[in-house]
């Protein structure tokens, strides 16, 4: 049996057992072994093209957003509008077949832009181009999952499931869970608060499922047998998604507003340039980037348009000066910092001072 049968074959047991106390290691022991299965699924498998399969498109600018969705919801239409780079827009399915990039400039940034062909129900299997293009969002720092405003809204879950299915997790951090295999000693268990959603017996028969013996594992939260799993396999990718649904010109005043209070949500019109200032705005916001603003002694702080550095958000000084130049360190003496991180501006402060939105800062240093 191919391990795509053996998938199915679980998925059904797992929709036929009902779900109570009596079966609830049974499901864990079901879940364990899909997740198992589903990783071999991402193994390269030696065959051409598995490895590298992605498009090779090179990583450049300050952060990467791949465009995620079905055929046709206006992928390319936001590329080409939000973009000087122009990508084919069509009426018909899959008229991009390529990974696009284009560049977006907020605030001194370059984000680069992917726009990407249409997955379509199975990607995660193979289907289609689904592999590739999978391939490059977990190569991103933020997912945007585009949806028709006017189609169904399975879509979303659709395409969450796609990405779930190949060890993409939106909008959740790691576990917090301490998992460490040891060559001896048995399964060492403990939590820092109590558990209910996973306990000492599941997490052994999970472990056994994949021939784990020993090791020592702490819960430091009251994570799912599912979250447990993903902490063992360590080989998933957690990353932020923003949901937008294009094409809000084809549906009622009501059903946008629906759509707009959904988390993580935008709603947009491409083709009628409506919203999409705000979209870039949240995108910004979601790739958790700050921009700081850096000033010599005695002269006025650069505020030109790519003057900025462009830093994730809880950067310290010691980063802002490894990203100047990489012998600022050892020379620094202090830094003056204007703006919300400090008490009063300028204030002085050391190394690990974080750094917040359009701070500006003068780094003083030993000749
Ligand atoms: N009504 C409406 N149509 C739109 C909007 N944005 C894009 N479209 C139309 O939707 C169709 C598909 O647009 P594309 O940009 O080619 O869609 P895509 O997601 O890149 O499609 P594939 O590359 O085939 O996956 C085109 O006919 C666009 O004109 C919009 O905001 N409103
Ligand atoms: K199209
Ligand atoms: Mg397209």
């Known amino acids: 049996m191919g391990i795509l049968e053996k998938i199915a074959e679980i998925e059904r047991e797992v929709a036929r057992t009902q779900k109570n106390k009596a079966t609830e290691y049974h499901l864990g022991l079901l879940k364990a072994k899909l997740a198992k299965y589903r990783s071999q699924l991402l193994e390269p498998t030696g065959k051409a093209g598995a490895k590298g399969e992605g498009f090779d498109v090179m990583k450049s600018g300050d952060a990467r957003v791949a465009l995620i969705g079905f055929p046709s919801v206006g992928k390319s239409t936001l590329l080409s509008t939000l973009t000087e ?65 006017s189609k169904s809204h399975s879509q979303r879950e659709l395409l969450e499931k796609e990405l779930e299915t190949v060890g993409i997790r939106l909008n959740q951090t ?73 094409k809000i010109d084809q549906i009622s005043i009501e059903e946008v507003d629906k759509l707009a209070r959904e988390p993580h949500t935008v709603v947009v019109s491409c083709n009628m340039k409506l919203n999409l200032d705000y979209l870039v705005d949240k995108v910004w916001e979601h790739l958790d980037l700050i921009r700081i603003f850096t000033k010599r002694r005695g002269a006025r702080p ?66």
């Open 174 to 246: 790691k576990p917090n869970i301490y998992f460490k295999p040891k060559k001896a000693g048995g399964l060492s268990f403990n939590s820092t608060l109590p558990l209910t959603k996973c306990n000492e017996k599941m997490v052994q028969m999970i472990l056994h499922e994949y021939k784990i013996f020993n090791c020592e594992v702490l819960f430091r939260e009251d994570a799912t047998p599912d979250q447990f799993i993903d902490v063992i396999l360590d080989n998933r990718k957690y990353l932020p998604c923003l949901y937008v649904y294009n």
């Open 85 to 149: 780079t122009e990508s084919e827009c069509a009426s018909y399915e899959f008229t991009t077949l390529t990974c696009i990039p284009g560049v977006i400039q907020h605030k001194g940034a370059n984000i680069q832009l992917l726009d990407l062909p249409g997955i379509i129900e199975g990607a995660a299997q193979g289907k289609g181009r689904g592999r590739q293009v999978i391939a490059v969002a977990r190569t991103a720092d933020l997912v945007i999952i585009m949806c028709d405003a």
């Open 302 to 367: 650069d505020f030109g348009e790519g003057e900025a550095l462009i830093m994730r958000n809880g950067s310290t000084v010691e980063h802002v000066c490894h990203s100047v130049h990489r012998t600022m360190v050892e020379k620094f003496k202090y830094a003056l910092v204007w703006g919300t991180s400090v008490k009063f501006s300028p204030q002085r402060v050391g190394l690990q001072h974080k750094m917040e939105q359009d701070d500006v800062i003068c780094i003083v240093s030993n000749l």
